[in-house]
Antibody
Framework: EIQLVESGGGLVQPGGSLRLSCAAS????????MDWVRQAPGKGLEWIAR??????????EYAASVKGRFTVSRDDSQNSLFLQMNRLKTDDTAIYYC????????????WGQGTLVTVSS | DIQLTQSPSFLSASVGDRVTITCRAS??????LAWYQQKPGKVPKVLIY???TLESGVPSRFSGSGSGTEFTLTISSLQPEDFATYYC?????????FGGGTKVEIK
């Protein structure tokens, strides 16, 4: 069974930093692109970051809203995905989901339960 | 960036109704468009991928169609468990984008 378990969320002041983790199991983590998607309270879904595989040089992509502030990384030896979030803003308050991109259809076929990040003074 | 505009943003329907949700893209999408369902307090679940392919385990009352810049999700006969919010997503170009969502509620 595929499992994605996020951790690291919490309350942080504007301008602060937080590091999210996603522990993956039940599939060959190193074979899959992994993404972060967030959802502000009562709002829709927003894709924010992608980590490609080793074959693709671990290249990354970001949404404009987080580029330069957030850094996505992965550790295939630990089956883990990370999101380092710096210079946090109140607008970053959201549930952050770790997702897996299925290789043969590019769809986000597995989602974690999410971790809540609240940016507030 | 490819903007996705869903319509309607809200709809009220009865059990047994045929429901159609539209997703319009600001640029053409060749293949990689998906539809997700999200129930309150739950994570999104993929229903349709590659515009019209039904995800394994999803009931056949769900279908997807379209091409270019206009796509639709149809529920042929709405069931009580279908009341949820639906999102389209394009995976063709970066940044990947979602539509704003369509909330389907019970009339």
């Amino acid at each position: 069974e595929i499992q994605l378990v996020e951790s690291g969320g919490g309350l942080v002041q504007p301008g602060g930093s937080l590091r999210l983790s996603c522990a993956a199991s039940g599939f060959t983590f190193s074979d899959h692109y992994m993404d972060w998607v967030r959802q502000a309270p009562g709002k829709g879904l927003e894709w924010i970051a992608r980590a490609r595989t080793k074959v693709n040089n671990y290249d990354t992509e970001y949404a404009a809203s987080v580029k330069g502030r957030f850094t996505v990384s992965r550790d295939d030896s630990q089956n883990s995905l990370f999101l380092q979030m710096n210079r946090l803003k109140t607008d970053d308050t959201a549930i952050y989901y770790c997702t897996r991109r299925r290789n043969w259809s590019w769809t986000f076929d597995s989602w974690g339960q999410g971790t809540l990040v609240t940016v507030s003074s | 960036d490819i903007q996705l505009t869903q319509s309607p943003s809200f709809l009220s329907a009865s059990v047994g109704d045929r429901v159609t949700i539209t997703c319009r893209a600001s640029q053409g999408i060749t293949k990689y468009l998906a539809w997700y369902q999200q129930k309150p307090g739950k994570v999104p679940k993929v229903l349709i991928y590659d515009i019209s392919t039904l995800e394994s385990g999803v009931p056949s009352r769900f279908s997807g169609s379209g091409s270019g810049t206009e796509f639709t999700l149809t529920i042929s006969s709405l069931q009580p468990e279908d009341f949820a919010t639906y999102y389209c997503q394009q995976l063709n170009n970066y940044p990947l984008t979602f539509g704003g969502g369509t909330k389907v509620e019970i009339k």
